[in-house]
């Protein structure tokens, strides 16, 4: 079974600093997902990264997908409170887009 | 904007019990899948389907069973609820394609005591 760590476990910082999560597995996975859930909801998509080496910005969140697409990061520069909430990797499986999520990270932004 | 109904946010069942969780979805999706999600864990798959009477078991199939009778809905059946089984539940909906993002429900938080 392909397994997804990320790193931290839990963040919390103060609002203005910038903060990197990390998604690691020992697989290739064809795409990663990096999903957002708030507190009471279901996971929001942000972000769908498939080639290896791939960068992309959201705003002031910055994904990177590994070379060898088996890892993934999540940059986010000048946090603000509203970005409070647990971010998750998920990897693609193959087929019927069956994901594997990875434990999340926890990250709270203090005024 | 797709919705994912999921028909209760928590529910309370004593052990043993049979335990129906209803998803539906109003976006014409093929996929529909049932996650539990516990701290620590993540979310792990259940079950999904990709076409209406179609199932297919997940990570951790055990202890569940599945109903898809029509497109839009997806039916989650815990036969002997057990306190192991304790958690929250989300189902979620995606077309089918590669790269398809999934469509979160905002979960059911079900307690068995």
């Known amino acids: 079974t392909q397994l997804l760590e990320q790193s931290p476990q839990f963040l919390s910082i103060q609002e203005g600093e910038n903060l990197t999560v990390y998604c690691n597995s020992s697989s290739v996975f064809s795409s990663l997902q990096w999903y957002r859930q708030e507190p009471g909801e279901g996971p929001v998509l942000l972000v769908t990264v498939v080639t290896g080496g791939e960068v992309k910005k959201l705003k002031r969140l910055t994904f990177q997908f590994g070379d060898a697409r088996k890892d993934s990061s999540l940059h986010i520069t000048a946090a603000q409170p509203g970005d409070t909430g647990l971010y998750l990797c998920a990897g693609d499986q193959g087929g019927y887009n069956k994901l594997i999520f990875g434990a999340g990270t926890r990250l709270a932004v203090h005024p | 904007d797709v919705k994912v109904t999921q028909s209760s946010r928590y529910l309370v069942k004593r052990t043993g019990e049979k335990v129906f969780l209803e998803c539906v979805q109003d976006?014409?999706?093929?996929?529909m899948f049932w996650y539990r999600q516990d701290p620590g864990l993540g979310l792990r798959l259940i079950y999904f389907?990709?076409?209406?009477?179609?199932?297919e078991k997940g990570d951790i199939p055990e202890g569940y069973s599945v109903s898809r009778e029509k497109k839009e809905r997806f039916s989650l059946i815990l036969e002997s609820a057990s306190t192991n089984q304790t958690s929250m539940y989300l189902c979620?909906?995606?077309?089918?394609?590669?790269?398809?993002?999934?469509?979160f429900g905002n979960g059911t938080r079900l307690t068995v005591t």
């Open positions: 979620a909906s995606s077309l089918y394609g590669r790269y398809s993002p999934l469509h």
């Open positions: 389907s990709y076409d209406v009477k179609m199932k």
């Open positions: 976006m014409d999706h093929e996929n």
